[in-house]
C-alpha cells in the first residue's frame, strides 16, 4: 500500500542548479498538490492540479513550475534555485475536492 | 479567503495529563474542518476531520475535536496523552465547494514529557 510517494527524500543543490521532485499516487485520486514546508510557517501550497494535464497557481508559486501529465504524477520543478528555496517540500492528493489530503514522506531540499 | 490560527506554537505537558491544542479559523463561507499530526521526519496524517453533522467529532489515537461555528473554533482534545503523541499538529480548513485547497495553521509542537 504505497500511497504517496516522492522521490528523492533528501537533495543538496547549489544555487542556479535545476532539479525535478517526482509524486507518485496510487489511489486513482484527482487532485494532487505541491506544499513547502518553513519552520513557524506552517505548509503552504505551490501549485495544485484538479485532474490529468491541468495545473494551477497556489500561494507561492514563484520560482517553481508543475506538470501533470499522467494522472498518477505530479512534478515539481526548480529551474535556477536558489537558497530561499531551501525547505521541506510535501506531496499530496484527494479523490475529490472536499475529502481529506493524503502526503507523502517529503522532501529535505538545501540549495547552498 | 480564508486563515487558521493556531495560538499556541509549543505545548508542553505531561505524560497522563488532557490537553487542548487551539484552533480558530476565519472564513465568510462555510467550511470543512481537519486537523493533522506530523511525527519527526514524516509526512502528515489525518486525525479527524468536520464536514457536517455532529459538532463532536472523534478521531484516532484517542483524539476528538468540537466545531463551534459561533466561536470559529475546532479545538483539538484528548483526555489523557502518551509519550507517544508527542508530535506537530496542523489544523486546516477548506471550503466544501469550488477548486478550494487546504489552508493550514502554522501548526502546534505537542511536547509530552513523562
Known amino acids: 500500500n504505497a500511497g504517496v510517494t516522492q522521490t528523492p527524500k533528501f537533495r543538496v543543490l547549489k544555487t542556479g542548479q535545476s532539479m525535478t521532485l517526482l509524486c507518485a499516487q496510487d489511489m486513482n485520486h484527482e487532485y494532487m498538490y505541491w506544499y513547502r514546508q518553513d519552520p513557524g510557517m506552517g505548509l503552504r501550497l505551490i501549485h495544485y492540479?484538479?485532474?490529468?494535464?491541468?495545473?494551477a497557481k497556489g500561494e507561492v508559486p514563484d520560482g517553481y513550475n508543475v506538470s501533470r501529465l499522467k494522472k498518477q504524477n505530479f512534478l515539481l520543478g526548480l529551474e535556477s534555485a536558489a537558497p530561499s528555496q531551501t525547505s521541506v517540500y510535501f506531496c499530496?492528493?484527494?479523490?475529490?475536492?472536499?475529502?481529506?489530503?493524503?502526503f507523502g514522506q517529503g522532501t529535505r531540499l538545501t540549495v547552498v | 479567503a480564508q486563515s487558521v490560527t493556531q495560538l499556541d506554537s509549543q505545548v508542553p505537558v505531561f505524560e497522563e495529563a488532557p490537553v487542548e491544542l487551539r484552533c480558530n479559523y476565519s472564513?465568510?463561507?462555510?467550511?470543512?474542518l481537519f486537523w493533522y499530526v506530523q511525527y519527526p521526519n514524516q509526512g502528515l496524517q489525518l486525525l479527524l476531520k468536520?464536514?457536517?453533522?455532529?459538532?463532536l467529532v472523534k478521531g484516532i489515537n484517542g483524539f476528538e475535536a468540537e466545531f463551534n461555528k459561533s466561536q470559529t473554533s475546532f479545538h483539538l482534545r484528548k483526555p489523557s496523552v502518551h509519550i507517544s503523541d508527542t508530535a506537530e499538529y496542523f489544523c486546516?480548513?477548506?471550503?466544501?465547494?469550488?477548486?478550494?485547497?487546504?489552508?493550514f495553521g502554522k501548526g502546534t509542537m505537542l511536547l509530552v514529557s513523562p
Open positions: 468536520y464536514l457536517s453533522g455532529s459538532t
Open positions: 499530496a492528493s484527494s479523490r475529490e475536492r472536499n475529502t481529506e489530503a493524503f
Open positions: 492540479s484538479v485532474g490529468e494535464g491541468t495545473t
Open positions: 472564513s465568510s463561507v462555510s467550511v470543512y
Open positions: 486546516a480548513t477548506r471550503r466544501p465547494s469550488g477548486y478550494s485547497t487546504l489552508t
